[in-house]
């Protein structure tokens, strides 16, 4: 069959990979893909919210199985657009419909859903402008640090920690009367702030059943021993060595399990990654966030180790009859670490060109802002690339890892060198 990835990063790169190496796919597409994506699939310049263009060019290619990659399209309703429309209602679309894309679209209905099924999450509540008051109230009846969450989507940034409650009552008042984040700060979500170290968890649902994945831990901040500005994510481990037979039975039972009964006891209908941001405090799970996608770059370090088809995975998914398949995941450990341009998070250059990537061995590189220009690849956004690499256990893949980022280069590059040093 004909197939659609919908997005342009190392997770929709590294998604073509693996999808291209299935014997079920014969065309594949990326929309709008990069340099990566471009050497093993179609790349069509389209933006991933113009369902338009999207359904254009399913009819035109007959595809008829669509992946999504990133929340934006799943929050705009993508799935519910295609089930709408007759010449598209048959095809599979690999991603929720837009009312459960509300678990990562909205932070105050996530909540609200943790809190009706009884998961354990930390406690909370939201305030509009109309109730700014309460808020600094509120701020008042809890101990330093500060957690303040913007309740839309507002592009990862828009969750502030902060110490000083001055601080963070004026904060609340940037989000809620000022604006700070657009419309996603509307509501803002107070919370208890929890002290312990982070892990992903992800899983796979048909909407009734469910799989869960290898673990993953990124790191989000820019600078090294998790200092500096938060970033999409610059480097990933799985699976995560604290995350025990113990722990992960916990996750499975006081948070998987009621995740995915929640979604049908509330009627949420779902088709696809959920990816459960947790916090181990002690030796207990909780959930920080729901995002409705995969992780990137989790991503470029869980789906390597998946060795299943995964065509045939989705297909299950589409069918409703994903208790059929049976993971068969590596027990190698697998890491990533996330070259960036200088600068990013904040402003950087674009238009650098990338030497080296002949000289890379045993490892994988999924391209992310890098594009073809001219013959040669070049950087096109913050994150440029991903470097993936197995061994037995997480020192040697790292130690692959950064090998092989020795003989890549472009002007300003720069990556963290202590990916894992936490663990
Ligand atoms: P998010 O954008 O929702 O992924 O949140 C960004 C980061 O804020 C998370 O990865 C956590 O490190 C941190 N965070 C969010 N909520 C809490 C909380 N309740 N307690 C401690 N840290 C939090
Ligand atoms: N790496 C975190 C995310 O994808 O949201």
Same mark, same amino acid.
């Given at each position: 069959?004909?197939?659609?990835?919908?997005?342009?990063?190392? %997770?929709?790169?590294?998604?073509?990979?693996?999808?291209?190496?299935?014997?079920?796919?014969? %065309?594949? =597409?990326?929309?709008?893909?990069?340099?990566?994506?471009?050497?093993?699939?179609?790349?069509?310049?389209?933006?991933?919210?113009?369902?338009?263009?999207?359904?254009?060019?399913?009819?035109?290619?007959?595809?008829?199985?669509?992946?999504?990659?990133?929340? *934006?399209?799943?929050?705009? &309703?993508?799935?519910?657009?295609?089930?709408? *429309? $007759?010449?598209?209602?048959?095809? /599979?679309?690999?991603?929720?419909?837009?009312?459960?894309?509300?678990?990562?679209?909205?932070?105050?209905?996530?909540?609200?859903?943790?809190?009706?099924?009884?998961?354990?999450?930390?406690?909370?509540?939201?305030?509009?402008?109309?109730?700014?008051?309460?808020?600094?109230?509120?701020?008042?009846?809890?101990?330093?640090?500060?957690?303040? @969450? /913007?309740?839309?989507?507002?592009?990862?940034? #828009?969750?502030?920690?902060?110490?000083?409650?001055?601080?963070?009552?004026?904060?609340?008042?940037?989000?809620?009367?000022?604006?700070?984040? #657009?419309?996603?700060?509307?509501?803002?979500?107070?919370?208890?702030?929890?002290?312990?170290?982070?892990?992903?968890? =992800?899983?796979?649902?048909?909407?009734?059943?469910?799989?869960?994945?290898?673990?993953?831990?990124?790191?989000?901040?820019?600078?090294?021993?998790?200092?500096?500005?938060?970033?999409? &994510?610059?480097?990933?481990?799985?699976?995560?060595?604290?995350?025990?037979?113990?722990?992960?039975?916990?996750?499975?039972?006081?948070?998987?399990?009621?995740?995915?009964?929640?979604?049908? @006891?509330?009627?949420?209908?779902?088709? &696809?990654?959920?990816?459960?941001?947790?916090?181990?405090?002690?030796?207990?799970?909780?959930?920080?966030?729901?995002?409705?996608?995969?992780?990137?770059?989790?991503?470029?370090?869980?789906?390597? %180790?998946?060795?299943?088809?995964?065509?045939?995975? =989705?297909? /299950?998914?589409?069918?409703?009859?994903?208790?059929?398949?049976?993971?068969?995941?590596? *027990?190698?450990? /697998?890491?990533?670490?996330?070259?960036?341009?200088?600068?990013?998070?904040?402003?950087?250059?674009? #238009?650098?060109?990338?030497?080296?990537?002949?000289?890379?061995?045993?490892?994988?590189?999924?391209?992310? +802002?890098?594009?073809?220009?001219?013959?040669?690849?070049?950087?096109?956004?913050? %994150?440029?690339?991903?470097?993936?690499?197995? +061994?037995?256990?997480?020192?040697?893949?790292?130690?692959?890892?950064?090998?092989?980022?020795?003989?890549?280069? =472009?002007? $300003?590059?720069?990556?963290?060198?202590?990916?894992?040093?936490?663990?």
């Amino acid at each position: 069959m004909n197939i659609l990835i919908i997005g342009s990063g190392g %997770r929709e790169h590294t998604f073509a990979w693996k999808i291209s190496q299935s014997s079920l796919c014969d %065309r594949l =597409f990326v929309a709008p893909g990069n340099s990566g994506t471009s050497e093993i699939a179609t790349n069509v310049d389209l933006n991933v919210n113009d369902f338009d263009g999207i359904k254009a060019l399913v009819l035109k290619e007959n595809i008829e199985m669509v992946v999504v990659g990133p929340e *934006d399209p799943l929050v705009n &309703g993508i799935h519910d657009f295609f089930l709408q *429309d $007759k010449g598209l209602q048959h095809i /599979a679309v690999i991603g929720p419909e837009q009312k459960a894309a509300q678990l990562e679209g909205s932070k105050e209905f996530a909540k609200e859903f943790l809190y009706r099924h009884q998961i354990p999450t930390a406690a909370y509540k939201s305030f509009t402008k109309e109730n700014v008051g309460e808020g600094y109230k509120f701020l008042e009846t809890l101990k330093p640090p500060y957690v303040l @969450k /913007a309740d839309g989507l507002a592009a990862g940034k #828009g969750v502030l920690i902060l110490n000083d409650l001055d601080e963070a009552k004026a904060e609340l008042k940037r989000m809620l009367i000022d604006s700070k984040f #657009g419309i996603a700060s509307e509501k803002v979500v107070i919370e208890e702030f929890l002290d312990g170290i982070e892990l992903s968890c =992800f899983v796979l649902t048909d909407g009734k059943n469910y799989k869960i994945l290898p673990t993953a831990k990124d790191y989000k901040r820019i600078g090294e021993g998790d200092t500096g500005l938060n970033t999409g &994510g610059m480097g990933a481990i799985s699976p995560v060595p604290f995350a025990t037979s113990e722990f992960l039975n916990k996750i499975e039972q006081r948070i998987v399990k009621p995740t995915i009964d929640g979604l049908q @006891k509330d009627n949420l209908p779902y088709k &696809g990654f959920v990816f459960i941001g947790l916090i181990k405090v002690n030796e207990d799970p909780f959930v920080i966030e729901y995002n409705v996608r995969m992780g990137d770059p989790e991503t470029e370090a869980v789906l390597p %180790r998946v060795k299943n088809d995964l065509v045939q995975v =989705f297909q /299950a998914i589409s069918k409703g009859t994903l208790d059929q398949v049976e993971l068969d995941i590596d *027990d190698r450990a /697998a890491t990533t670490v996330v070259l960036v341009s200088g600068g990013y998070p904040e402003t950087y250059e674009k #238009g650098k060109t990338i030497s080296g990537l002949h000289l890379v061995n045993d490892a994988v590189v999924f391209h992310a +802002g890098a594009k073809k220009d001219n013959g040669s690849i070049v950087t096109s956004g913050g %994150r440029v690339l991903a470097v993936t690499a197995f +061994g037995k256990e997480y020192h040697e893949a790292i130690k692959k890892s950064y090998q092989n980022i020795n003989k890549i280069s =472009f002007d $300003k590059m720069y990556y963290r060198k202590d990916i894992g040093f936490d663990l």
